[in-house]
């Protein structure tokens, strides 16, 4: 068994916990994993688990379209970028990221969809977002004879076709 941080006796165990935030005026409830010991009653949520949550929060604010200066900030905040990071990669001076996050000037749309993508994309861990961002920052020699393979793109394209095409998403009628 695991020894309890505060009180080091070994009495700790795994259980679950319902854990609640608050952004932007709504209150958010996951169940989370954590640990508990038996003799003093210390509960432990590890650090992951909490990005985790926060990451899943900020999906629901992306989702949602939430565009204000609080929901920009946890966005930020959630994808791991600091404000000069995060303005480096909009092409925008780290100041302007201030005056959204403060509310000085209203959340610039196209800044908020390219955070919300980012924020998807940390979710579905494919982060192609930040690094077609990074790369036209500091661009790479591209040859001038180039070969490619088709099977990622066809792989995507016959995913496409399976949960967006009309075939797939009209009712089948007998
Ligand atoms: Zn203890």
């Excluded at 001038?144 to 076709?161: M, S």
């Amino acid at each position: 068994m695991k020894t309890c941080g505060r009180c080091k006796k070994e009495r700790v165990s795994p259980i679950t916990l319902d854990d609640s935030m608050d952004v932007c005026g709504h209150t958010f409830t996951a169940q989370l994993p954590a640990e508990k010991c038996g003799a003093c009653g210390q509960i432990a949520i590890q650090g992951h688990d909490m990005k985790l949550f926060e990451l899943r929060v900020a999906i629901e604010l992306a989702k949602a379209g939430v565009r204000n200066a609080e929901a920009f900030k946890f966005l930020r905040k959630a994808v791991g970028l600091d404000e000069a990071g995060l303005g480096e990669l909009l092409d925008v001076p780290a100041e302007f990221v201030g005056y959204w996050e403060r509310g000085d000037w209203p959340v610039d749309p196209r800044a908020q969809a390219v955070l919300c993508s980012l924020i998807l994309a940390k979710y579905e861990q494919k982060p192609s977002t930040l690094d077609c961002l990074a790369v036209l920052r500091e661009p790479r020699k591209l040859a001038r004879k180039v070969r490619v393979t088709l099977i990622d793109a066809l792989g995507t394209a016959a995913k496409t076709l399976q949960f967006g095409s009309a075939a797939r998403s009209a009712p089948a009628v007998a």
